[in-house]
């Protein structure tokens, strides 16, 4: 079935009630039949609820429709992107493994790479996401994790992701991709080699700015390239919090698999139902809102570029933009999504420019269907240094857009008087 389809259908069967609307599961807990079955439950002889820190039927729904979307196997749905991006690097990595990660990533990411995972004796490694030849020099014994973007936010690149997964499958690393601005409307990387997918449903996915959360996905088959392999023990050998369980034995998806059994579970970084279900609300809707944005940034992008005030615009579906060869190549019919970013002079003129926009929101979010005008420097890239800056592509005089649905005319004059302010 086409993704339209998927968006609307996949995941959801209909209880005896028959409603149309999945249903808010809003409960904490699941009485069992009786002993055995709960017995059974516990040691995954049988599958079903048992406590919604690990499972829930409206979450289920979520997460077996966006699993779905991106073309993998299983998700895991957690409280926030940044809890999925955590899960999802520490089923990998633990204390003294190391990981690589592009440069250009979300400041949320950084700080949680550079300090917080560092703190736990995981070592990050930068890499140029548009050199992926710089890939392989920082790669040893140690190295568990590749994790890059596949549409950066905020310096708006787009991965060469064909490119980074092959190196990784010749090394035996696994790959996760943020997905989060692409969405799985403009972008599926399982399709060019990515072995797990995560998100920020807060953005695009929730689509009106409603709510905080994440999911990790993986691909199919992913059992196979963890099979034996040397770098995963923790997949291939007992896992002792378990019985011993071995999670490349057991005929289900093993990395949402281990990533619910131990980190949902001793973490507890769990979505809401009610949230789970504005998710699935809004990916109803999303293939449509995301041509729109795709439409309007690219309006707006235009608009931009011919503006003497602006001296660069970053944005995939300018012709004249480095990364529009890749945009063409990866993403569907050429869609870039809703984010752009664009430089002027200095930092004076960048405050004087946010503040003069009345119909953009000063907001640090990204992909609500109102747009949102943000200065990274002074707000989400603010904790790192100048020349970290510099280096993720954070210059003083950019300004980020995340364009929504409003009228082009509406936001372009918006953009006019404020630049002339
Ligand atoms: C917002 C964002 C995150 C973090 O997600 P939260 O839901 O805010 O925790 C991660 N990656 C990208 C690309 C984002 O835009």
């Given at each position: 079935?086409?993704?339209?389809?998927?968006?609307?259908?996949?995941?959801?069967?209909?209880?005896?009630?028959?409603?149309?609307?999945?249903?808010?599961?809003?409960?904490t807990?699941?009485?069992?039949?009786?002993?055995?079955?709960?017995a059974?439950?516990?040691?995954?002889k049988?599958?079903?609820?048992?406590?919604?820190?690990?499972?829930?039927?409206t979450?289920?729904?979520?997460?077996?429709?966006?699993?779905?979307?991106?073309?993998?196997?299983?998700?895991?749905?957690t409280?926030?992107?940044?809890?999925?991006?955590?899960?999802?690097?520490?089923?990998?990595?633990?204390?003294?493994?190391?990981?690589?990660?592009?440069?250009?990533?979300?400041?949320?990411?950084?700080?949680?790479?550079?300090?917080?995972?560092?703190?736990?004796?995981?070592?990050?490694?930068?890499?140029?996401?548009?050199?992926?030849?710089?890939?392989?020099?920082?790669?040893?014994?140690?190295?568990?994790?590749?994790?890059?973007?596949?549409?950066?936010?905020?310096?708006?690149?787009?991965?060469?992701?064909?490119?980074?997964t092959?190196?990784?499958?010749?090394?035996?690393?696994?790959?996760?991709?943020?997905?989060?601005?692409?969405?799985?409307?403009?972008c599926?990387?399982?399709?060019?080699?990515?072995?797990?997918?995560?998100?920020?449903?807060?953005?695009?996915?929730?689509?009106?700015?409603?709510?905080?959360?994440?999911?990790l996905?993986?691909?199919?088959?992913?059992?196979?390239f963890?099979?034996s392999?040397?770098r995963?023990?923790?997949?291939?050998?007992?896992?002792?919090?378990?019985?011993g369980l071995?999670?490349?034995?057991?005929?289900?998806?093993?990395?949402?698999?281990?990533?619910?059994?131990?980190?949902?579970?001793?973490?507890?970084?769990?979505?809401?139902?009610?949230?789970?279900?504005?998710f699935?609300?809004?990916?109803?809707?999303?293939?449509?809102r995301?041509?729109?944005?795709?439409?309007?940034?690219?309006?707006?992008?235009?608009?931009?570029?011919a503006?003497?005030?602006?001296?660069?615009?970053?944005?995939?579906?300018?012709?004249?933009?480095?990364?529009?060869?890749?945009?063409?190549?990866?993403?569907?019919?050429?869609?870039?999504?809703?984010?752009?970013?664009?430089?002027?002079?200095?930092?004076?003129?960048?405050?004087?420019?946010?503040?003069?926009?009345?119909?953009?929101?000063?907001?640090?979010?990204i992909?609500?269907?109102?747009?949102?005008?943000?200065?990274?420097?002074?707000?989400?890239h603010?904790?790192?240094?100048?020349?970290a800056?510099?280096?993720?592509?954070?210059?003083?005089?950019?300004?980020?857009?995340?364009?929504?649905?409003?009228?082009?005319v509406?936001?372009?004059?918006?953009?006019?008087?404020?630049?002339?302010?």
């Amino acid at each position: 079935m086409q993704l339209q389809t998927q968006a609307l259908h996949a995941g959801y069967e209909k209880d005896s009630q028959g409603t149309m609307a999945v249903p808010i599961y809003q409960t904490t807990a699941y009485e069992f039949r009786d002993v055995e079955h709960a017995a059974n439950l516990f040691a995954l002889k049988e599958l079903g609820n048992i406590y919604t820190r690990l499972n829930n039927p409206t979450t289920d729904v979520f997460e077996k429709r966006f699993a779905t979307l991106e073309g993998g196997a299983a998700a895991l749905a957690t409280s926030s992107g940044m809890a999925a991006i955590f899960y999802a690097i520490a089923n990998a990595a633990q204390a003294g493994d190391n990981i690589l990660c592009a440069r250009q990533m979300y400041g949320g990411s950084l700080t949680q790479a550079s300090y917080t995972l560092k703190r736990f004796g995981i070592e990050a490694r930068y890499f140029d996401v548009q050199n992926p030849s710089e890939i392989e020099a920082l790669m040893d014994g140690k190295t568990k994790v590749i994790f890059f973007e596949s549409l950066t936010n905020p310096s708006i690149d787009v991965a060469d992701i064909s490119a980074i997964t092959a190196i990784a499958k010749k090394h035996g690393v696994l790959t996760i991709v943020d997905n989060t601005v692409a969405t799985p409307v403009l972008c599926r990387p399982f399709e060019y080699g990515a072995d797990i997918v995560v998100h920020s449903a807060s953005k695009y996915t929730t689509g009106q700015g409603l709510a905080i959360g994440g999911i990790l996905v993986e691909r199919h088959d992913l059992v196979d390239f963890i099979r034996s392999n040397a770098r995963y023990p923790q997949f291939n050998e007992g896992d002792e919090s378990y019985h011993g369980l071995v999670y490349v034995d057991v005929p289900l998806p093993l990395y949402t698999l281990r990533a619910r059994l131990s980190l949902l579970r001793d973490l507890g970084a769990v979505v809401s139902p009610f949230n789970a279900w504005l998710f699935i609300q809004g990916i109803e809707t999303l293939s449509l809102r995301m041509r729109e944005h795709s439409r309007n940034a690219q309006v707006v992008a235009e608009f931009l570029e011919a503006h003497p005030k602006v001296q660069k615009v970053n944005y995939p579906g300018l012709k004249s933009n480095s990364n529009y060869a890749n945009a063409q190549r990866y993403f569907q019919d050429g869609m870039s999504s809703g984010l752009l970013s664009f430089e002027v002079e200095s930092l004076e003129s960048a405050k004087r420019m946010v503040d003069a926009t009345k119909l953009f929101s000063l907001v640090v979010n990204i992909g609500d269907s109102k747009s949102i005008i943000t200065h990274p420097a002074s707000t989400t890239h603010q904790q790192l240094s100048g020349e970290a800056l510099i280096a993720c592509g954070v210059l003083p005089g950019l300004i980020r857009l995340s364009i929504g649905l409003e009228s082009t005319v509406d936001l372009i004059n918006d953009l006019k008087q404020a630049l002339d302010a």
